[in-house]
């Protein structure tokens, strides 16, 4: 392994004679640190590189008219992780340092070690020698730690908390991410399989309903033949929908107890709820299982003594010779923390065993780079003005991108973009609440982002004065119950939001049946009473259920004749826009309920329900919130729990099911208002419009 250390201003040669220099190259390959930089004398590392843009900054930073910012360029190779501070930022927000790859040259920035291919030996599994042969070497060799090994965590947060833990190796087999031995494998198109629980053990639970465990169930006797052979595992887990069929648990196997098919789980690694119990029916699989690698694309590493085992993916069906294998070792490629006026260009950022990349301060973009092949998060972004745009983000353990963006209790704007990015395959370790983009912002905007193929959402947070538009969500949802692919829920005070133009198509539930809950995912949901948003100009094809409107209040979803711009006005009693809505083949295009007048009915009860506390601890009747939303101080005395002043209006479907799920006497009844939406029959699917 390559060593890489930042040398001393000190022990550097002086800044090239031309300090305003615009341009510094970097050739890992063939550059020399003693060069000055030019395009034919580069440097050698990125270090010596961001010792000149500290001394530029440090030449000119009290300038009132500084040299154009330097340009970083690397040319092709891979590069070790790249940390950089306040003292490495640019002068101006109109012109940031830059680091960029050169063009048509491909540089790769990497937290990732390369296993050399002649020290893979192929060998019998150690746990099921008449199984498949999988190829083994011990890390240790290669002066990696167990602090890198790291170790699995359970997770059970129905949140984007879910992935934050300590990092762990993972190995990657020809730039594809293999996943830890389990049983039973994906099917062949890469959908997960399951096993389903028999029914629970333990002690009577707390909760209503028959005795039950929280640690404790019992597999299907026709799993015996392969869960009773785990006991000789070192460390087995688990990881199963539990009790909900939105939110995923991932627990150590305590104990096995064969006789009575009982899986005992680790209370330190507990499943979702603290304490509710495990259902009957209930999906799972069993996972880092080294007497289960026995498919390709599979890998199991002791993590004590550093022995990795893996079976490399095919490609093209074929197993690939000699087979390249990348384990991740830092917990991050690119971090930039309190740094502001840097832009990043067309850079590939990889094997990360945490997030990718991370940025915190502000004026920081991310432009046309490639993120993939990390541990948790594939981005995340953290102040004002940044940019994410033109960027590939996949294959990452949970969420694709994550960025908080302004200051919701003082509804200070994060000006921050999220713009023409494609993302995918996120969330394929924890696979609940890690959505494509999790956003918590303000005045910014989300536009023009392709989103697909992930087991749950492709949008999800909260904001206020935000927009979403133009983007393409697609095959989202296909692993969880009750959710959606643009998902917001339990607020009153997000507002001045507007969710237009974009497109939704094949937003279903793919593969094994949902058992718990069945069939209910979205396009948009607005769960649990979210308010305020304006949604117009969207189509919705193929999708079980169009918008889910979860009792909410002052949501327009209206008119489908024309698009045009339209202004939010805070002080109208109902929301109105000129725009198009399409749903084609939607099983149930609006589904509208009144759960706030039932069931919910303590969070909107004034003056203690959840709702209202919100409410208070935003200050709604103060400045900014009582200028920017007046009407969200009067709540408690506007029908607090009745889904009122929504319109629903103008929206055309086609081969549809029943166009709303409540009825006209209700609707009215809760001062909400559905009109003219047409059943049309001419309608024509056409994948590349979204109007």
Same mark, same amino acid.
């Given at each position: 392994m390559m060593l890489w250390a930042m040398t001393t201003v000190a022990s550097m040669s002086a800044l090239p004679s031309d300090v305003a220099a615009a341009t510094w190259t970097v050739d890992g390959n063939y550059g020399d640190d003693s060069n000055d930089g030019g395009p034919n004398t580069p440097w050698r590392t990125l270090a010596r590189a961001q010792i000149a843009i500290r001394e530029w900054r440090s030449a000119w930073e009290n300038s009132e008219s500084p040299p154009k910012a330097p340009r970083v360029m690397l040319r092709a190779g891979v590069y070790p992780p790249l940390h950089l501070g306040p003292e490495d930022s640019g002068l101006s927000p109109t012109d940031p340092v830059v680091w960029a790859a050169q063009s048509r040259e491909t540089a790769v920035l990497s937290a990732g070690?390369?296993?050399?291919?002649?020290?893979?030996?192929?060998?019998?599994?150690?746990?099921?020698?008449s199984g498949p042969t999988v190829l083994h070497v011990n890390l240790g060799q290669f002066n990696l730690t167990t602090a890198q090994f790291g170790q699995l965590h359970g997770a059970s947060d129905s949140s984007i908390s879910g992935c934050w833990a300590p990092g762990k190796m993972d190995v990657y087999s020809n730039g594809a991410p293999l996943l830890l031995a389990r049983h039973p494998n994906p099917f062949r198109n890469g959908t997960w399989r399951w096993m389903y629980v028999n029914g629970t053990a333990g002690p009577p639970s707390k909760h209503p309903g028959p005795p039950a465990s929280a640690s404790q169930f019992v597999w299907r006797p026709t799993d015996t033949a392969e869960v009773g052979g785990w006991e000789s595992e070192d460390d087995p887990w688990v990881q199963g929908y539990f009790q909900f069929d939105w939110t995923d648990t991932i627990a150590r196997i305590s104990a096995l107890i064969p006789g009575n098919r009982t899986v005992?789980?680790?209370?330190?690694?507990?499943?979702?709820?603290?304490?509710?119990?495990?259902r009957s029916g209930a999906r799972w699989l069993g996972l880092n299982l080294l007497s289960e690698l026995d498919s390709p694309g599979e890998f199991y590493i002791d993590r004590v003594k550093g022995d990795l085992y893996l079976i490399p993916a095919m490609i093209d069906g074929v197993a690939p010779s000699p087979p390249s294998v990348v384990v991740s070792v830092n917990r991050t490629v690119l971090n930039a923390t309190n740094a502001s006026n840097l832009r990043f260009e067309g850079l590939k950022f990889m094997y990360a065993q945490g997030t990718g990349v991370v940025?915190?301060?502000?004026?920081?973009?991310?432009?046309?780079?490639?993120?993939?092949?990390?541990?948790?998060?594939?981005?995340?972004?953290?102040?004002?003005?940044?940019?994410?745009?033109?960027?590939?983000?996949?294959?990452?353990?949970?969420?694709?991108?994550?960025?908080?963006?302004?200051?919701?209790?003082t509804l200070i704007p994060g000006r921050s973009r999220v713009v023409g990015n494609t993302i995918h395959n996120f969330g394929g370790y924890k696979r609940m609440y890690?959505?494509?983009?999790?956003?918590?912002?303000?005045?910014?905007?989300?536009?023009?982002?392709?989103?697909?193929?992930?087991?749950?959402?492709?949008?999800?947070?909260? @904001?206020?004065d935000c927009t979403f538009e133009e983007n393409n969500f697609t095959e989202l949802c296909t692993e969880s119950g009750d959710a959606g692919a643009w998902y917001s829920g339990?607020? +009153?005070?997000?507002?001045?939001?507007?969710?237009?133009?974009?497109?939704?198509?094949r937003i279903r539930n793919f593969g094994p049946p949902i058992p718990l809950q069945g069939q209910n995912v979205n396009a948009i949901h607005f769960d649990d009473q979210m308010s305020g948003y304006l949604v117009a100009g969207n189509t919705i094809v193929d999708c079980w259920e169009g918008v889910r409107l979860g009792g909410g209040r002052r949501v327009t979803i209206t008119n489908n004749t024309s698009v045009t711009v339209f202004l939010r006005t805070h002080t109208t009693h109902q929301a109105?826009?000129?725009?198009v809505d399409r749903f084609i083949?939607?099983?149930?295009?609006?589904?509208?309920?009144?759960?706030?007048?039932? +069931?919910?009915?303590?969070?909107?009860?004034?003056?203690?329900?959840?709702?209202?506390?919100?409410?208070?601890?935003?200050?709604?009747?103060?400045?900014?919130?009582?200028?920017?939303?007046p009407y969200l101080q009067h709540i408690a005395q506007e029908y607090p729990c009745v889904p009122v002043y929504n319109n629903i209006?103008?929206?055309?479907?086609?081969?549809?099911?029943? +166009?709303?799920?409540?009825?006209?006497?209700?609707?009215?009844? +809760?001062?909400?208002? @559905?009109?003219a939406n047409t059943n049309y029959s001419n309608c024509i699917v056409d994948s590349t419009q979204t109007t």
């Open positions: 070690f390369t296993i050399p291919p002649e020290r893979l030996a192929e060998v019998p599994n150690p746990l099921r020698p005992a789980l680790d209370p330190s690694t507990p499943t979702y709820g603290g304490g509710l119990p495990i940025l915190s301060g502000s004026n920081l973009t991310l432009s046309n780079c490639t993120v993939a092949n990390h541990g948790t998060m594939g981005v995340a972004a953290v102040g004002v003005g940044n940019t994410i745009e033109g960027t590939t983000v996949r294959d990452t353990g949970c969420a694709g991108i994550t960025i908080t963006a302004g200051d919701r209790r890690q959505p494509g983009i999790s956003f918590d912002a303000v005045g910014s905007t989300f536009a023009h982002n392709t989103i697909h193929s992930a087991p749950h959402s492709g949008m999800l947070g909260h @904001a206020n339990r607020s +009153w005070a997000d507002r001045g939001n507007q969710i237009v133009n974009n497109r939704f198509e109105s826009i000129s725009a083949k939607v099983d149930i295009p609006v589904a509208f309920d009144n759960r706030g007048m039932t +069931w919910q009915k303590l969070s909107c009860t004034p003056p203690n329900g959840s709702l209202f506390h919100e409410l208070a601890e935003d200050r709604v009747d103060s400045p900014p919130y009582a200028f920017a939303y209006s103008n929206n055309r479907f086609c081969l549809c099911g029943s +166009w709303i799920t409540a009825s006209a006497a209700d609707i009215a009844t +809760w001062h909400s208002v @559905a009109f």
